[in-house]
C-alpha cells in the first residue's frame, strides 16, 4: 500500500503500453481511474493544447458528452450510421470545415451499437487527419472482446502509422474483469523522448490539479 508515483506502478505502464503499441518507446502515460479517469485526463489534456472543440459520432457513450461539456468544451455530433450501417463521410466532411478539434472516437465493440469503422474506413480517416492539427481520442474499454486483441488494435495501428494526433484511454475493467479496482490508462504517442517527457510532466500536474479540485470540493 506504498504511495506510487505520480504517472503510476512503472511496469505496469511498460506492460500496457508495450500491448497497445508494440514495441513504440515514445508514448507518454500515466494510470488512471479507469477507463472514464483516462478519458477525463486526456481531454484536460488536450484543452490545455488550446483545442475547445469536441467532435463526437453518434451514438455514442452518454458519458462523453457529459464529461466534455463539463469541461467547458464545445460539443458536435455527426452521425455514426446511416440506414442502419457505419457511415465515415459526415465526419469527414466536418472535418475538412473545422477548426483543429477533439475527436472522440470509440474502437471495438462501439458502445451502444457494436458496430465499428471497417479498416479502409480508419485508413480513409487517418488520411484525413494526417498533417492536420485536430486530435484523435481514442477510447478502447474493450480490446480484445470483439475478434482479438490485435484485431481490436487496428485503430490505434492505423492511426499511429499516419501519425495522427493520438490520445488513447485505455480500460481493464470489462476485458481483463477488474471493473471494481478502476484500473485504467490514459496515453499519448509523441514524436520524441523530449516529448515524452514534456507530456508526461503535463500529465502529472494535471493529475494533482484534477485530484486537489474534487478533494476540495468535496470539504464543502
Known amino acids: 500500500m506504498a504511495y506510487p508515483p505520480l504517472l503510476g506502478i512503472a511496469k505496469f505502464r511498460s506492460l500496457m503500453t508495450k500491448m497497445l503499441f508494440g514495441n513504440e518507446t515514445t508514448i507518454a502515460s500515466i494510470a488512471?481511474?479507469?477507463?472514464?479517469?483516462?478519458?477525463?485526463?486526456?481531454?484536460?489534456?488536450?484543452?490545455?493544447?488550446?483545442?475547445?472543440?469536441?467532435?463526437?459520432?453518434?451514438?455514442?457513450?452518454?458519458?462523453?458528452?457529459r464529461m466534455i461539456e463539463g469541461l467547458g468544451l464545445s460539443y458536435r455530433e455527426v452521425p455514426f450510421l446511416e440506414?442502419?450501417?457505419?457511415?465515415?463521410?459526415?465526419?469527414?466532411?466536418?472535418?475538412?470545415a473545422s477548426e483543429p478539434s477533439i475527436l472522440v472516437l470509440q474502437g471495438s465493440s462501439h458502445?451502444?451499437?457494436?458496430k465499428t469503422w471497417k479498416e479502409q474506413e480508419w485508413k480513409t480517416l487517418s488520411e484525413t487527419l494526417s498533417g492536420t492539427k485536430h486530435m484523435v481520442l481514442l477510447d478502447l474499454p474493450y480490446v480484445g472482446l470483439a475478434e482479438g486483441l490485435q484485431e481490436d488494435l487496428l485503430p490505434v495501428h492505423i492511426l499511429k502509422k499516419a501519425k495522427a494526433n493520438l490520445l488513447v484511454a485505455w480500460s481493464a475493467s470489462k476485458n481483463h474483469g477488474m471493473y471494481g479496482l478502476r484500473t485504467g490508462l490514459a496515453s499519448a504517442v509523441t514524436g520524441s523522448e523530449e516529448e515524452q517527457r514534456n507530456i508526461e510532466a503535463w500529465y502529472r500536474i494535471l493529475t494533482r490539479q484534477m485530484t486537489g479540485a474534487a478533494s476540495t470540493a468535496g470539504q464543502h
Open 83 to 96: 440506414d442502419g450501417k457505419t457511415t465515415i463521410e459526415p465526419l469527414l466532411a466536418l472535418l475538412k
Open 111 to 114: 458502445n451502444p451499437t457494436g
Open 32 to 65: 488512471t481511474n479507469g477507463g472514464t479517469g483516462a478519458i477525463i485526463i486526456n481531454l484536460v489534456l488536450a484543452r490545455q493544447m488550446g483545442l475547445r472543440n469536441a467532435i463526437v459520432p453518434v451514438p455514442s457513450w452518454q458519458n462523453h458528452k
